[in-house]
């Protein structure tokens, strides 16, 4: 397989911004989770290796050290809740319990039906507005369950 | 609402402030052509930026127009030269330079732009956490207009001075908040610092000079070169002027970003500001500066907030994030917390850090569980000992054992209560579940 030709016109821009053309390998790894499933694969392990000039090796290396790359293909939905202290003071682990009962998912895992992978996180940065998750790349904050509830029951 | 003058966050409260027409209309940009107009050396720019006494809002409280000086001087060195703001916002608790990031974009941007001119910069780089994708996309727009008004780029509002301006996204690891982590990180590869020496700005990004500083650092300086360093210093204490955003979260009434001037009193801070602790409980500790400054006593809640006096009762100032317990958390559950968070963090370099963190947070656990000894106290002091300080390559490691040793110089009794209870005697108490499927400790 080949990366699709729409991101590799983006690559060949995005390495315009930096000195040396490796630096843009974590945001075009980005790129490639957000377009191809939520996840890197093996293959396109591959292919940004042999776009950068690396072998598979350096992009595994990578891809493995950064929380926010996934190595196994998720649900339709990432619901990410933050369990650092900020949000456990504010009573993140009932939130965290309230998004796998409206899920049906496990902590770590995906639902039966695979609409919806839920995983622990650390501090997002919204401590001021603690409990919080992020669903799909979009942060809610000031959690209940009650809001919980609302935002995860009417997804499709 | 704010019985302190304020200047940070005024442009941030109004409608569309993240737009380039209502930045421009209310001040942004006119330091940075003043600058480009009148044409001062650089090195007067960066005087006034040591004179105003600035220090770094990034957590170590560096003079930041010291740290500009350290740019090796440009007619004996042609090399490129770079800039990294940091912008990995990763410590916990701390939630302040997002605000900034997402409500005032151009005010940070003439802040690059000025530090590009007072250290010849060629480029700089800021570096955003992955998971900021509001502020990162405000950000880019932000750039994408100044760049169409003429203000980024070659030739800057036809004055013959140039300087890029790129973003760049990081991908959630706490470690890339380190400066030469985040190095590393932008040059694409995982985050493991560098040992120092070489200096960033001897040997930064690519090799070459680089210096990084923090968002709100950066952020302060169009103020001290519209106002001069003398009105800078009207903010704040002598040694540490200016005011800064202090993001408190934890059991207070009003969580919330608030601008104050260093050196208010935590109190004021407390019960001004975030309505007091919430539920009309009693305050049981506090972190002054984020999750690697060490807890404090409900007792020390009159200390003023600055790097001097927070130092003066054992902690340190860091980013100035406090994070407040109430009288029902429990300090055992919320040191397990961290410990965990270093544990997961650390970029395993260095033994003491990478079997350290380990160590800790399963000792935490399991006094947290009930199935804790006293012998367990003793390996947790004479463990953190072994971690700091300046052991390893990076601080992380003293990240994780100074919050340590501060639990058990105050609290040693509570942890105490829960060795000889077999439990903890406060389980519940802050309305949280059990953490039944904790993640497992790895390797
Ligand atoms: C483990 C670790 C994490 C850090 N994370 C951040 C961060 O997220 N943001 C930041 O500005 N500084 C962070 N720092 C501090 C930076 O190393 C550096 O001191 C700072 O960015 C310099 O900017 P300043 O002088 O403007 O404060 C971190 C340091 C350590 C040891
Ligand atoms: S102190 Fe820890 S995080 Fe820092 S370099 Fe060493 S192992 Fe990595
Ligand atoms: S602790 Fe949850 S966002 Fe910071």
């Not at chain 2, 480029?123 to 955003?128: D, H, L, S, T």
């Not at chain 2, 003793?378 to 601080?395: V, W």
């Amino acid at each position: 397989m080949a990366l699709p030709e729409t991101l590799v016109a983006e690559f060949d821009r995005m390495v315009q911004k930096y000195p040396e053309r490796r630096s843009a390998l974590i945001p075009a790894i980005h790129r490639c989770q957000e377009e191809l499933g939520g996840w890197v694969s093996p293959e396109t392990m591959e292919d940004l290796a042999a776009y950068f000039g690396l072998e598979p090796v350096d992009v595994y290396g990578v891809v493995t050290f950064y929380p926010m790359f996934r190595t196994k293909p998720p649900g339709k939905h990432v619901v990410s809740v933050c369990h650092n202290i900020s949000c456990d003071l504010r009573g993140a682990e009932g939130i965290l319990a309230k998004v796998c009962e409206v899920t049906g998912a496990k902590v770590g895992g995906t639902s039966a039906d695979g609409k919806f992978t839920v995983e622990r996180v650390e501090c997002q940065g919204a401590c001021a507005n603690a409990p919080m998750f992020d669903l799909d790349g979009v942060y809610h904050e000031d959690l209940d369950d009650a809001k919980v509830a609302k935002i995860l029951g009417g997804l499709q | 609402m704010s019985p302190h003058p304020t200047y940070l966050l005024d442009r941030a409260r109004l409608a569309d402030s993240h737009t380039l027409k209502v930045a421009r209309e209310n001040g942004a940009y006119a330091a940075f052509e003043k600058i480009l107009n009148d044409k001062p050396d650089p090195k007067e720019v960066t005087e006034v930026v040591k004179t105003s006494g600035l220090r770094g809002r990034g957590g170590a409280g560096f003079p930041t127009g010291l740290k500009w000086s350290f740019m090796p001087d440009a007619s004996k060195d042609s090399r490129p030269r770079y800039m990294a703001v940091n912008a990995d916002e990763s410590e916990p608790g701390t939630c302040k330079d997002r605000v900034l990031l997402r409500e005032d974009p151009h005010g940070l941007l003439e802040g690059c732009l000025i530090a590009g001119y007072a250290m010849g910069l060629d480029a700089v780089y800021i570096y955003v956490r992955g998971e900021y994708r509001l502020p990162y996309r405000r950000m880019q727009d932000a750039i994408d207009e100044a760049r169409a008004a003429g203000l980024i780029g070659k030739n800057i509002l036809g004055k013959g001075f140039d300087l890029e301006i790129h973003m760049h996204q990081g991908a959630g690891a706490y470690i890339c908040g380190e400066e030469t982590g985040l190095m590393e990180s932008l040059e694409g590869k995982r985050g493991h610092p560098r040992p120092k020496p070489p200096f960033p700005a001897g040997f930064g990004l690519w090799g070459k000079p680089t210096t990084v500083n923090n968002v709100e650092s950066i952020f302060n300086v169009p103020f001290i070169m519209t106002h001069g360093a003398a009105w800078f210093r009207g903010f704040g204490t002598e040694k540490s002027p200016g005011n800064f955003l202090c993001g408190i979260s934890g059991h207070v009434a009003k969580p919330g970003v608030y601008e104050v001037p260093l050196g208010i009193t935590a109190r004021e801070i407390l019960e001004q500001y975030a309505g007091g602790v919430w539920k009309g409980r009693k305050l049981k500790g506090w972190f002054p500066g984020g999750s690697s400054t060490g807890i404090v006593p409900a007792d020390l809640i009159d200390t003023p907030m600055d790097h001097d006096s927070i130092k003066g009762i054992g902690s340190m100032f860091g980013t100035g994030a406090m994070i407040m317990l109430d009288e029902t958390a429990c300090v055992v559950r919320a040191s397990e917390v961290l410990a965990r968070f270093y544990d997961h963090e650390s970029c395993g370099q260095c033994s003491q850090c990478r079997e350290g963190t380990q160590w800790l947070n399963q000792i935490f656990h399991r006094i947290e569980n009930g199935q804790g000894t006293m012998a367990d106290v003793d390996l947790l002091e004479s463990l953190s000992r072994g971690m700091t300080p300046g052991k390893t390559i990076c601080a992380l490691s003293d990240a994780a054992a100074i919050p340590t040793l501060a639990v058990i110089k105050h609290f040693r009794d509570e942890i105490v209560e829960h060795i000889h209870k077999g439990c903890c005697p406060l389980k519940g108490g802050s309305g949280r579940a059990p953490a039944a499927d904790r993640t497992e400790v790895h390797a």
